[in-house]
């Protein structure tokens, strides 16, 4: 069997999954943002939902099963939760309201759930950081017993940050956010070696365990399916040929950047939903499977993507606390800021997500950063 175990804090992978893991990395190292990159068609993914839907129904019972032998004792509810891009997830529930989370691959899927891996890694990598993560149990990737991967794992108390901003403006406390602040400069005093998308393979080692992206360079990592995605959004109409060029050549700038970047750990998807407080503090970060080894600016700006332009000073005040930013920091930032709302745009348009009703249309973030960008004279 292919588990982890918090119990025993090692990995037990057989020669088979090894294999899976290396052609996994292969595949990976041409990925810029996995859901704008995913090798899966437009109209498969678009079913998706309904997939997961059915399977949440189909498994429910044996994931009561599985839970049943793992607790050893049985749960009086597994609820099926509808959260997720290309995971099931359901709420195990024992008597005393003791809760946890079980999630699962896509039975269908043909790769391994790899990604399930990062978590039972970062737990042990941010506690030397106090950073708030949650715990996790067991993780089986090897389909013996179940159809499915699987890892389970405490319950996430509190509730979501985007729960505690005003409907229209995005309100937030900016206590909260210069906390969140302070908690992901935390996050990047993690070193790493390499660029982009961590290499889950580096992760397994029992001697350095130290997270190591699957790229060269910084410069690689960032130019990585840029023209794709210029000509996706071009094909969609939300910029034009003027803007491509103009675009492509304010990132003619990474190179003097890269340069100087020291990699570190990031997170790679920083929005609210990842993020859980109790309304005073935030309690815990979640959902680690797209973290990268970067820059740290380019954490905060996919932040940034999430949100309102005014919330960055809060954050600021508490990042600076623990980190100090680059003299160049405002540049980074926006074209780390215009690199990512373009895969972002990719990302919305394959998997055909409306905009949300009464705000403007969320491609126009690459139409703000271009203006930004050559407000400071970069494009």
Same mark, same amino acid.
């Given at each position: 069997?292919?588990?982890?175990?918090?119990?025993?804090?090692?990995?037990?992978?057989?020669?088979?999954?090894?294999?899976?893991?290396?052609?996994?990395?292969?595949?990976?190292?041409?990925?810029?943002?996995?859901?704008?990159?995913?090798?899966?068609?437009?109209?498969?993914?678009?079913?998706?939902?309904?997939?997961?839907?059915?399977?949440?129904?189909?498994?429910?019972?044996?994931?009561?099963?599985?839970?049943?032998?793992?607790?050893?004792?049985?749960?009086?509810?597994?609820?099926?939760?509808?959260?997720?891009?290309?995971?099931?997830?359901?709420?195990?529930?024992?008597?005393?309201?003791?809760?946890?989370?079980?999630?699962?691959?896509?039975?269908?899927?043909?790769?391994?759930?790899?990604?399930?891996?990062?978590?039972?890694?970062?737990?042990?990598?941010?506690?030397?950081?106090?950073?708030?993560?949650?715990?996790?149990?067991?993780?089986?990737?090897?389909?013996?017993?179940?159809?499915?991967?699987?890892?389970?794992?405490?319950?996430?108390?509190?509730?979501?940050?985007?729960?505690?901003?005003?409907?229209?403006?995005?309100?937030?406390?900016?206590?909260?956010?210069?906390?969140?602040?302070?908690?992901?400069? !935390?996050?990047?005093?993690?070193?790493?070696?390499?660029?982009? +998308?961590?290499?889950? &393979?580096?992760? @397994? =080692? #029992?001697?350095?365990?130290?997270?190591?992206?699957?790229?060269?360079?910084?410069?690689?990592?960032?130019?990585?399916?840029?023209?794709?995605?210029?000509?996706?959004?071009?094909?969609?109409?939300?910029?034009?040929?003027?803007?491509?060029?103009?675009?492509?050549?304010?990132?003619?700038?990474?190179?003097?950047?890269?340069?100087?970047?020291?990699?570190?750990?990031?997170?790679?998807?920083?929005?609210?939903?990842?993020?859980?407080?109790?309304?005073?503090?935030?309690?815990?970060?979640?959902?680690?499977?797209?973290?990268?080894?970067?820059?740290?600016?380019?954490?905060?700006?996919?932040?940034?993507?999430?949100?309102?332009?005014?919330?960055?000073?809060?954050?600021?005040?508490?990042?600076?606390?623990?980190? !100090?930013?680059?003299?160049?920091?405002?540049?980074?930032?926006? +074209?780390?800021?215009? &690199?990512?709302? @373009? =895969? #972002?745009?990719?990302?919305?348009?394959?998997?055909?997500?409306?905009?949300?009703?009464?705000?403007?249309?969320?491609?126009?973030?690459?139409?703000?950063?271009?203006?930004?960008?050559?407000?400071?004279?970069?494009?």
């Amino acid at each position: 069997m292919t588990i982890y175990n918090n119990n025993k804090n090692n990995w037990s992978l057989s020669e088979i999954i090894l294999r899976e893991l290396e052609e996994f990395s292969l595949r990976r190292q041409i990925v810029f943002y996995p859901k704008a990159d995913i090798q899966i068609s437009k109209d498969e993914l678009i079913t998706i939902p309904l997939l997961k839907e059915r399977e949440a129904a189909l498994y429910q019972q044996i994931v009561m099963e599985l839970c049943s032998i793992f607790f050893r004792r049985t749960p009086i509810a597994v609820l099926p939760l509808k959260k997720g891009t290309f995971h099931l997830l359901y709420k195990i529930v024992f008597t005393n309201n003791e809760c946890y989370i079980v999630r699962t691959s896509i039975s269908r899927s043909p790769n391994r759930a790899f990604e399930f891996l990062v978590d039972g890694w970062i737990v042990e990598v941010l506690k030397q950081e106090e950073v708030p993560t949650v715990p996790v149990y067991c993780i089986d990737l090897s389909r013996t017993v179940y159809p499915f991967d699987y890892e389970i794992m405490a319950e996430v108390l509190g509730t979501e940050l985007s729960a505690f901003e005003h409907k229209d403006s995005q309100y937030i406390d900016p206590c909260l956010l210069s906390e969140l602040g302070q908690i992901v400069a !935390q996050i990047h005093n993690v070193e790493a070696t390499g660029f982009g +998308l961590l290499d889950i &393979r580096s992760i @397994l =080692s #029992k001697q350095n365990p130290q997270g190591k992206g699957l790229l060269q360079t910084w410069e690689e990592y960032i130019h990585l399916n840029l023209e794709t995605h210029l000509q996706t959004c071009i094909n969609i109409g939300v910029i034009n040929q003027e803007e491509h060029k103009i675009i492509a050549k304010a990132f003619d700038s990474v190179y003097r950047i890269s340069r100087d970047v020291r990699s570190c750990l990031l997170h790679g998807d920083l929005g609210h939903h990842n993020i859980f407080s109790d309304g005073q503090h935030i309690i815990a970060i979640i959902d680690w499977e797209d973290c990268l080894c970067g820059d740290p600016v380019f954490d905060i700006a996919f932040w940034g993507t999430f949100n309102r332009d005014y919330m960055l000073d809060s954050f600021l005040k508490g990042y600076r606390t623990i980190r !100090q930013l680059p003299g160049d920091f405002e540049l980074r930032y926006w +074209l780390y800021y215009l &690199r990512i709302a @373009l =895969s #972002k745009t990719v990302h919305r348009y394959r998997f055909d997500y409306p905009d949300r009703p009464g705000r403007p249309p969320a491609s126009l973030r690459i139409q703000k950063a271009v203006e930004k960008l050559r407000s400071l004279g970069c494009c």
